[in-house]
């Protein structure tokens, strides 16, 4: 089954640093990678998303790269602020499951003043 | 306002008893979802329903029922609660086709189970 990973279960940086979340993924088949976003206390929100037919995708201060070769995908967050404290995690659709989401364990982003 | 409503936020009880946690979203939804989170284990399926009386399980199902009778409510349903449900829940919905995986979560309900 898909199975999805992450390099570092903790990120700590500086506020106006840019940061950068990994993840890597099973299944070459995949064609599609979301990025959802956890703040304490609440559930996970859609940040941003990428189809296989893309290597680069950029929302506002978020940019996601797929590098489908190694199966690797990158969450790089521009100028990163104190609200951007929260845990990331990249998630696949897996299986014949309609709708099915497979999530990586997350990322812990902590942004310091 | 566009939400996904779960309610209780949080609930305490004791093996055996019979509990339900309610979902409603108010954004016409066709596919709702509930999901576990436990540390380490990120986010694991239990049921989803892609409509109306019609239901499916996901990853992790065993000690769980869903229903949908409603296009707006998914209700998860412990008939027996035992204390490795003890857990963080969250249901998600999202429209149909291409837009599926763009999930709208809920807020979540811990829950103890002891």
């Known amino acids: 089954g898909e199975s999805v990973g992450l390099h570092l279960p903790t990120l700590s940086v500086q506020e106006g640093d840019n940061s950068i979340i990994n993840c890597a993924y099973s299944?070459?088949?995949?064609?599609?990678f979301i990025w959802y976003k956890q703040e304490s206390g609440k559930g996970p929100q859609f940040i941003i998303d990428?189809?296989?037919?893309?290597d680069k995708r950029q929302g506002q201060r978020v940019t996601v790269l797929l590098n489908k070769t190694v199966k690797h995908l990158s969450l790089q967050i521009a100028a990163t602020q104190p609200g951007d404290s929260a845990v990331y995690f990249c998630?696949?659709?897996?299986?014949?499951?309609?709708?099915?989401?497979?999530f990586g364990q997350g990322t812990i982003l902590t942004v310091h003043p | 306002e566009a939400q996904v409503t779960q309610n209780p936020r949080y609930l305490i009880t004791v093996t055996g008893k019979k509990l339900t946690v309610t979902c409603s979203q108010n954004?016409?939804?066709?596919?709702m979802s509930w999901y576990r989170q436990d540390p380490g284990l990120g986010l694991r399926q239990i049921y989803y329903?892609?409509?109306?009386?019609?239901?499916d399980k996901g990853d992790v199902p065993e000690g769980y029922k869903v229903s949908r009778k409603e296009k707006r409510n998914f209700p998860l349903i412990l008939e027996s609660p035992s204390p490795n449900q003890t857990s963080l829940y969250f249901c998600?919905?999202?429209?149909?086709?291409?837009?599926?995986?763009?999930?709208?979560f809920g807020a979540g309900t811990r829950l103890s189970v002891l």
């Open positions: 329903s892609m409509n109306v009386e019609v239901t």
């Open positions: 998600a919905s999202s429209l149909r086709g291409r837009a599926k995986n763009i999930q709208y």
């Open positions: 299944n070459s088949a995949s064609d599609y």
């Open positions: 954004m016409n939804h066709e596919y």
């Open positions: 990428i189809r296989s037919n893309m």
């Open positions: 998630a696949v659709p897996g299986g014949t499951s309609y709708g099915k989401l497979t």
